[in-house]
Each structure stands twice: as C-alpha cells, then as structure tokens.
C-alpha cells in the first residue's frame, strides 16, 4: 500500500518520503508498520525539477544525512542498491550538472557527500562497492576524486574492484592526481596498471589524456614520480597532456608529450634528472617536433640545456617547421649565454635557419648575440671548420680575438692526451667515431682530469674541447658494449677486423638500439595467464608474495609468448629465470616451485639460465640445481652445448663443476644457431646488412 500526500505541494509523492524528508522519525515508522511501499521511487522535492530528478526514501534519508532512518528503512527491507536520479541537495542545479547524478545508490550518494558513518553503515548492510552511475562514476573513484582518505581506506577494506573506472579514468590516476602516495602504493601492489593511459581530467577537454606518470610529473611530486618508475611505468609514454589548456593555446601543441617534456616545461631539474636517469629519452619529439631541449631553450633554461645536452640531446635537431634549438636561443632577447652553450656544445652554425627555411640575417638582432655568434665563426674558421655565408661580418674590432684564437690553436696542437699521440687539437678537427676508437688507455676517472685541464688551459676552446670528448667518450662505451655483445653473436664466424670495419656504420642510435634488442630478448611476454605469472613478469615481488600467500598456484602453466614464439606455455619460475629476477626465482622455489617442469617446447627453467645470451646467469644455475634441477638429462640440445653457443664460460665452469657428462658436450648445429642470431638481432638501419635469408 502506498499513501501519498494530499497537499497540494506535495502530489505525487508518498507520505513517506514527506516524512522523510522532514527528518520525521516517528511518522516514518507509523507509516511503515501500516504497510508503506520503502522502495517507492517518485520526484522529490516535487514539481521543482523538470530533469528527471527522483528517488527513494532511502536515498532521501541518506541525502538528509539521518543516520537513524536509514537503519529503520534498511532494517524493513528498503533496496540497498537501488538506484535512482538523486541530488545531493534542493539546490537546483544545470541540467548538465544533474546529469551526473543519474542512476546513483544510496552508497554513491553517501559518499558524495561524505558521510563517513552511513557509508559504513551502508557497507555492513551489503551495499555493492562496485556499482556506477550512468555517467561512469564508481565509488572508489568518488572517494579518490575528494581524498578522503577514510572512505577510500573503508571501500578498500570493502574490497571494491582497484582497476574499475571513474569516469573512464582508473584508481590510480585518481590517487596520484590527489597525491596520496599510501593509496598509489596499495594500488600498484594490488595490481593496478601503471602504464594505462586515459582521459583525465575526464570530461574537460576531448582529446587529453595521460598515464599516471605524466599526472605525477605535472604535479611535480617526486615521490610519486620515483614510486611509479620503481614499479615499472614506461618513462617514454606518449599523450595528450596539457598543462592548463586555456583557450588560445592549441591542444596539438600537447600532442604526444612525455613525462620529460612535461618536467621540462615545468622547469623541474629534480624530476628531469630522475626521469633520465630512468633511460628517458631526451630526443623524443611532441607532435609538432618540439624536443625536450627546445623547450629548455624557450625557457631560457641554462641549467636544464646543461642536462639534457650531458644526456646526449640533439643539439642540432630540427623540427618541421625548420626550427633548430640555436635559432631559438639566437631568437630570444637576453639569451646569450644559451646561445654560447650551444654554440660550444656542437650547434652547427652552418646550417641555421628560420621558420621559412631560409637563412637568418644577424642584423636584426642586438649586439650582445651578434658578439656571440662572431666570435664562435671566428674560432670556427681558424680551425678551418667554417664555411658558412658569414664570413663577410667580421669586423676589425675582433682582431685581437682572432689572434687569441691561431695562438691557442698552436697549443692544442703540443698537448698529448694518451700513448695514441692524439693532442687536444684532434679532438676538435677528427670525427667523433676515429675519436672515440683512439681513445685506448683513457677512463672516467682520467677522461674528468683531462676535461678539467682542457677548461683551464685554453679558455677559447676549453669547452669545446671538453663537449668533442664527452661525445667520444660516450660512443667509445657504445662501441665497447656493442663489441662485447656482437662477438657474443658472430664468435669465431667473423674477423675482428670485419667487427671493428662494421662499427663504423652504425650510429650511436644504432649501437644504443643493439643494446636494447639484446638486453630485451627474453622480455617479449603476452599479458595473458594467471595473476602470478602477470606479477612475475613485472618483478612486482610483493604482489608475488601476496598472491602466493593466498593460494596461488606456482606450477601453474600458462601460455605466454617467450623469445618471440607464441603461446607457450611456461611457469611462472620460466618468467622469473628468463628476466634474472634472482628474488622472485627465491620466493618461487621456497614455496615448492618445480624446477624441472619444462615449457610446451620442452624446456625446463635451467635451461633458460644456460640459453641466456648476454648475461651471466652461474648464481641462478646454482640457485636451481641446489633446488634439484637436473643437469645430466639427454636432450636434443645439451645445456653444456648451450652454453658453448653463447660462450659463457662462467657458466659453463657451474656445469662441469657439478659433473656434466662428457657424452653432453655436442657442438650442436652451429651454422644454424648463426643464422637464428643473426635474423634475431640484426638492425635494419645499418647500411651493412642487406638483407639475409634462414
């Protein structure tokens, strides 16, 4: 039976939620013990609203905040999870807004309106934790939206589902936007995606989004910042991310920037250097072909520039509009010193030019920047290194400037940097990759002497010195890798004379992209399969453990792609071994992990170890033959021979050591495992490679 009210003002609506809505305690009883209808749902207040605004007498209750009548109504069956169009107040709002309020529960509106003892009431009675409203709004993401860190804390007790999204945008980005760093924690190693990227802040403006670790940087909290990069958060993300957005800026300027370009524009030197140290990518472009330095040029940024120039940036990067980070120093009054950096650090002088495309004329801009750039021609051309358009602008006044230069340049030419004969004169005028082969003998420890007597010994080239030995110096560790790695590869297939020749036509992108594809090989996984095998793979130790606690199975075979072959299926100890996760292999095998379960293809975990091919795994092979793993099995590929393919003799002495058998010691198919290495590893871009067939 339902009774509505006879008032006038109040038609169409029951004497319940008359009673309600007056906080009547004693009437709402009186009329549900006379058999009034609790989940009744009509317009409240009435006829003020035409947005179809309603609810029940629970939702009003809980809009009242009248903790006692929400007991008696859920204590006489009222639908805890009923959902209706509820404000959160008689306010009348835009339509738009009232939008946001459509299908919402009773818990929905509690913490809405932050109602700590309703929403625990509500909680205890079985109120769902993971239902939305019909714009996307979840409760974990209401209470992460206001911060309130003991509504988040009583839905997470609750166990609301972490990876639902609010407003298309997930929990995590909602704590780390709000900076509460405990929340993000228990996030992350509850298993939220910190690489997701999406809309944020939603609704406000159509294409921006971004990852978690773009928020954190926006927010400049380094905290969250190195919390998420612990966790794994890809330091190159690229997104849609603003900083305010106001109306005359336009939104492709933001276009697919990372967390740098982020940091950078904020001037943050801490979260800049944090993020390289990460291996970010400095030479990233945003859509528009803006770099990271030439944003630091626009700010006039000298500390920044010094950064990111030390961390390899392009100095001499264009971007589509013809733009080069020299023409934006040159172009910005009072940057003279950006612009001498520059100009000392490898800006090609030669080649500058303006948006057009079309070489900049120095007249125009004032006599501190013309000063500059006069003075680095001159000393330019006294290495005979120049031969640009501007040789006519040289005056008389820089006379004595230009004999300073020829003296100098004789010294350079006597000072010796090691047993080579190569003098502080041919670190200027020799190409960086010769350099970089010469510089035998010389380390980090006497690479920082010689910078710092090349900066107080010739004060007109000291810098420039110093940045063509930096350069080297830094190829020079490229090539060492690269020679390490690709004898590792060809052996005894090729020359060293043929290795050596080879280098020469690969640039430092090329040698760094060589390291990648190695130190990456055993990364290749789908995200399919169980929890376990998903929080092996993101050496997320502790979820690891959680999981294990709670049951997880960690013989389980799941199928995952490994080495670039699909759908294998492996154990999470397979996982742990292939990414040299010495802690999480530990955890595994202490909670009874089987070491000779072997893959669909047919290996077992040891023989991932022995298949390694740059690292040496002799401490995880003894970690898992203590653990039983057998090493005198037959196979059609021996572990020893393993082994010896990839010429890692540590390795090899932990097999013998524990009694190989001599009848294992085949060689294998060598051309083939040749040929396999070489497709596997080879790098497109290098003109030396044309093209090879298996």
Not at 132 to 149: D, H, R, V, W, Y
Not at 421 to 431: A, E, R, W
Not at 463 to 481: C, F, G, W
Request: aromatic fraction near 8%; proline fraction near 3%.
């Amino acid at each position: 039976m339902t009774l509505y009210a006879i008032n006038s003002s109040y038609s169409h609506i029951t004497l319940l939620h008359k009673a309600v809505g007056d906080n009547n305690y004693k009437e709402a009883k009186n009329l549900i013990n006379l058999g009034e209808n609790v989940n009744s749902i009509c317009h409240y207040p009435p006829k003020k609203y035409k947005n179809n605004t309603n609810c029940t007498a629970l939702h009003l209750a809980v809009s009242k905040g009248n903790k006692k009548i929400v007991e008696l109504l859920l204590k006489n069956n009222a639908d805890i999870n009923i959902e209706a169009n509820c404000l959160d107040s008689d306010e009348d709002p835009k339509y738009s807004v009232v939008q946001e309020y459509f299908n919402r529960t009773p818990l929905l509106l509690a913490i809405a309106q932050e109602n700590k003892e309703i929403v625990e009431l509500l909680i205890k009675n079985n109120a769902d934790v993971n239902l939305k409203t019909s714009n996307g709004e979840s409760a974990l993401g209401l209470a992460l939206k206001s911060n309130n860190k003991e509504l988040i804390e009583m839905l997470l007790t609750a166990g609301v589902d972490i990876n639902l999204h609010s407003e298309n945008v997930t929990s995590l980005h909602w704590a780390v936007a709000n900076n509460n760093y405990a929340v993000a924690e228990y996030l992350i190693n509850h298993g939220s995606d910190v690489n997701t990227v999406c809309h944020y802040p939603p609704r406000e403006f159509f294409n921006t989004c971004c990852s978690p670790l773009h928020v954190a940087v926006k927010n400049q909290n380094i905290k969250m910042v190195e919390l998420l990069l612990r966790n794994n958060a890809d330091v190159n993300v690229k997104a849609n991310c603003d900083e305010t957005t106001p109306c005359y800026v336009p939104m492709r300027d933001y276009f697919n920037r990372t967390p740098l370009h982020i940091a950078v524009d904020k001037e943050d030197k801490t979260i800049v250097k944090i993020l390289i140290k990460h291996k970010a990518d400095v030479n990233l472009t945003t859509k528009t072909g803006e770099t990271a330095l030439g944003i630091a040029v626009k700010k006039k940024n000298l500390g920044l520039i010094k950064i990111l120039i030390h961390a390899d940036a392009h100095v001499n990067s264009i971007n589509p509009g013809h733009v080069s980070p020299l023409y934006l120093a040159i172009s910005r009054e009072e940057n003279f010193r950006v612009l001498e950096f520059l100009l000392d650090h490898g800006a090609d002088f030669n080649n500058i030019v303006d948006f057009g495309g079309n070489l900049i004329a120095l007249n125009k801009y004032d006599r501190s920047v013309k000063d500059v750039i006069k003075r680095h021609i001159i000393k330019l051309e006294a290495l005979s290194l120049f031969s640009g358009p501007y040789l006519g602008i040289i005056g008389t006044e820089f006379d004595i400037f230009t004999k300073n230069c020829n003296e100098e340049i004789e010294k350079l030419k006597k000072f010796g940097i090691n047993i080579n004969k190569i003098t502080f004169f041919d670190t200027l005028t020799m190409c960086q990759h010769k350099l970089a082969m010469k510089l035998t003998h010389v380390n980090e420890g006497n690479l920082a002497l010689l910078k710092k007597k090349a900066k107080l010994t010739f004060p007109l080239y000291g810098e420039l010195v110093k940045h063509h030995l930096t350069k080297a110096a830094r190829r020079k560790k490229l090539l060492i890798k690269a020679n390490i790695t690709l004898t590792n590869i060809f052996k005894s297939a090729l020359p060293n004379t043929f290795l050596r020749e080879m280098y020469y036509y690969f640039s430092n992108q090329d040698l760094k992209l060589l390291k990648i594809k190695m130190a990456s090989k055993s990364e290749n996984y789908s995200l399919s399969g169980s929890s376990l095998h998903s929080a092996v793979f993101k050496n997320n130790f502790r979820l690891a453990e959680n999981l294990i606690m709670r049951g997880a199975n960690v013989n389980a075979m799941e199928p995952y792609s490994l080495w670039g072959r699909c759908n294998i299926n492996c154990s999470p100890l397979h996982i742990a071994v292939d990414l040299k996760n010495e802690a999480i292999i530990q955890l595994l095998l202490k909670h009874k992990a089987n070491v000779m379960i072997r893959t669909s293809s047919g290996e077992t975990a040891l023989d991932i170890a022995a298949m390694a091919a740059i690292h040496d795994n002799d401490e995880i092979i003894e970690m898992l033959i203590d653990a039983g793993a057998e090493v005198n099995r037959p196979s059609n590929n021996s572990l020893l021979s393993r082994t010896i393919f990839n010429t890692k003799s540590a390795i090899t002495s932990v097999l013998t050591r524990y009694n190989l058998n001599d009848k294992f010691k085949s060689v294998g198919r060598f051309c083939n495992l040749f040929m396999f290495i070489t497709i596997s590893f080879f790098i497109p871009s290098s003109p030396f490679i044309t093209s090879i067939s298996y």
